[in-house]
């Protein structure tokens, strides 16, 4: 699990969280997961984590985040979701990690953040994304690709307790054919399956 953590990690470096910055995460996927858990451990004081799916939510609430906002995938839903998220912090959103990285997500993280604020860009769902340039010019935009540097910290962060990444993992099999199928079946659908692993 220090693979995955290693981003959100890298992701928190990148983008310089600490204990006077307020996060906002796009996404509760498992690399949204880890990055609101890193942003915790780096001391971030009050955590938004944003997602489509009800069931990924109500794990990053037991996780720890602070509030959670519901989202379509439309487009045209950005306006209204952007003061739903500013009013579930109820403060301003210092810093923003796009978990995801779709026009919408990106589009949502710039709008949301206040201006002197980061964006961070961590997920690679698009490759080509249409942004509104005028936020462009209100908020420093940083990404990141994988990480560096961050095994030491985040087998610190393990060995301490600071974070904790066992309820993460939701499915477990072990290693025969049938089962490694099974496994990567049960990935592909979704639903409550977070992070699975094979017992060797």
């Given at each position: 699990m220090?693979?995955?953590l290693?981003?959100?990690v890298?992701?928190?470096?990148?983008?310089?969280?600490g204990?006077?910055t307020?996060?906002?995460v796009?996404?509760?996927?498992?690399?949204g997961?880890?990055t609101m858990?890193?942003?915790?451990a780096?001391?971030?004081p009050?955590?938004?984590?944003?997602?489509?799916?009800d069931?990924?939510?109500?794990v990053?609430?037991?996780?720890?985040?602070?509030?959670?906002?519901?989202?379509?995938?439309?487009?045209?839903?950005v306006?209204?979701?952007?003061?739903?998220?500013?009013?579930?912090?109820g403060?301003v959103?210092?810093?923003?990690?796009?978990?995801?990285?779709?026009?919408k997500?990106?589009?949502?993280?710039?709008?949301?953040?206040?201006?002197?604020?980061?964006?961070?860009?961590?997920?690679?769902?698009?490759?080509e994304?249409?942004?509104?340039l005028a936020r462009?010019?209100?908020?420093?935009?940083?990404g990141?690709?994988?990480?560096?540097?961050?095994?030491?910290l985040?087998?610190?962060?393990?060995?301490?307790g600071?974070?904790?990444?066992?309820?993460?993992?939701?499915?477990?099999?072990?290693f025969s054919?049938t089962?490694?199928?099974d496994?990567?079946?049960?990935s592909?659908?979704?639903?409550?399956?977070i992070?699975?692993?094979?017992?060797?």
């Open positions: 220090c693979e995955p290693s981003v959100g890298h992701a928190c470096r990148r983008a310089n969280v204990p006077e307020n996060v906002l796009m996404g509760a996927g498992p690399i997961l880890v858990l890193a942003a915790r780096f001391g971030s009050r955590i938004v984590i944003v997602d489509v799916d069931h990924r939510l109500s990053a609430k037991e996780l720890g985040a602070d509030e959670t906002v519901k989202v379509s995938t439309s487009i045209n839903d306006a209204a979701e952007i003061e739903r998220i500013k009013g579930a912090m403060a959103v210092d810093i923003s990690f796009d978990c995801a990285g779709f026009s997500t990106m589009s949502t993280a710039l709008g949301a953040t206040s201006s002197g604020g980061k964006v961070c860009l961590v997920g690679m769902g698009h490759t994304m249409t942004l509104p462009l010019l209100e908020v420093d935009v940083v990141i690709f994988r990480y560096k540097n961050t095994w030491p985040c087998l610190e962060f393990l060995r301490s600071k974070i904790d990444v066992k309820p993460l993992i939701t499915h477990r099999f072990g054919q089962e490694v199928e496994a990567f079946e049960t592909a659908r979704g639903g409550t399956a992070k699975v692993m094979f017992n060797l």
